[in-house]
């Protein structure tokens, strides 16, 4: 899989794939995620990217030349999947939209900031709109890096234990059963009996009831249908 990620602020976008698992994805040459400054794409003094919108009010624009300039370029040079723009108003980001994003080949993510881009971006370019949660950012970048993680994480090859991913919290729309290494005990504090047992069959039951009971008492909208 391929990212292009077309940001103000690529510095804000490097750590998270300079480390664990998103950078060992990079090093296996199993995801390329590149970052597009948007101010590389203007002709404008003080590389100006954004200005005032029309009609007044408060609040800064992204400009749509600069945008189409960077993923018109992108765009000369592969097809891509879909073209992502981070969003509050998007859908709202879960692990069923994540599954299906991770079986694409190239990706566009365009980052926004100040009151979002020109209305006619989203027209012209963007098939997808992805919030990850109902608050504001200060920018789509580290919606942007969240999005990337559910996303790559899912990759095969990515994890070193496949089934890890597939036992995660949400995979079934159940919440993750409870964990515990060692010790078995630790001030007073004992690890259910059942884990210690060697009944694999009894352990497997034991986790799916776990899974159930946590799902209902802290997430019932999980299990409305
Ligand atoms: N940009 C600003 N807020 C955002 C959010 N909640 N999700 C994605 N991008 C955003």
Request: charged share 25%.
């Amino acid at each position: 899989m391929r990212i292009d990620i077309i940001t103000v602020l690529p510095e804000l976008l490097k750590s998270p794939f300079e480390a664990s698992i998103l950078k060992r994805a990079i090093e296996k040459g199993i995801v390329e995620v590149h970052m597009h400054n948007l101010r590389d794409y203007t002709n404008l003094s003080y590389n100006q990217i954004d200005d005032y919108q029309f009609g007044g009010g408060a609040g800064m624009v992204m400009m749509i030349e600069p945008i189409d300039k960077c993923i018109s370029a992108l765009k000369e040079e592969r097809e891509y999947d879909e073209v992502i723009y981070m969003t509050p108003d998007g859908e709202t980001l879960n692990q069923k939209i994540a599954n299906g994003m991770s079986l694409l080949n190239n990706v566009i993510i365009l980052c926004g900031h100040y009151k979002g881009v020109d209305q006619r971006v989203r027209d012209m370019f963007v098939t997808r709109e992805i919030s990850i949660g109902d608050y504001v950012l200060s920018g789509g970048e580290l919606g942007a890096a969240v999005l990337c993680d559910t996303i790559i994480r899912l990759i095969p090859g990515v994890l070193n234990n496949e089934t890890s991913a597939l036992t995660d919290s949400f995979q079934d729309d159940l919440l993750a059963p409870p964990v515990y290494t060692r010790p078995a005990e630790y001030k007073g504090m004992k690890v259910p009996e059942i884990l210690l047992s060697g009944n694999f069959p009894k352990i497997e039951k034991w986790r799916e009831d776990q899974a159930y009971d946590r799902t209902k008492k802290l997430r019932p909208d999980l299990l409305k249908d």
